[in-house]
């Protein structure tokens, strides 16, 4: 069973660092691309970034460029987003995302989302 779990959200003060951790399991990590995707309330879902499957390549949203970091552990099967000196921001719901194939069945997964509020 393919499963993505995210962790690392929380509270965060403002000027203060997130990291944010998907450990993944139930498909061969190493062989697939992953993604990050976040949802504020009362809104739809915002690509955030992904990274390849060899962590070679890496690709952001012109909203995150350059104040984002995402990275992977193909020993460890996850990926990890980070960011340092959070500005105060409204909540946001962050999700890992993959597209995995599965007995020839290619499907999306999603884990369950962790939650990150910026405020003092």
């Known amino acids: 069973e393919v499963q993505l779990v995210e962790s690392g959200g929380g509270l965060v003060q403002p000027g203060g660092s997130l990291r944010l951790s998907c450990a993944a399991s139930?498909?061969?990590?190493?062989?697939?691309?992953m993604s990050w995707v976040r949802q504020a309330p009362g809104k739809g879902l915002e690509w955030v970034s992904a990274?390849?499957?060899?962590?070679?390549?890496?690709a952001y949203a012109d909203s995150v460029k350059g104040r984002f970091t995402i990275s992977r552990d193909n020993a460890k099967n996850t990926v990890y987003l980070q960011r340092n000196s959070l500005p105060p921001a409204y909540p946001a719901v962050y999700y890992c995302?993959?597209?995995?194939?599965?007995?020839?069945?290619?499907?999306?997964?999603w884990g369950q989302g962790t939650q990150v509020t910026v405020s003092s």
């Open positions: 995302n993959a597209a995995i194939t599965i007995a020839r069945v290619r499907r999306n997964y």
């Open positions: 139930g498909f061969t990590f190493s062989l697939y691309a």
């Open positions: 990274i390849a499957d060899s962590g070679v390549s890496t």
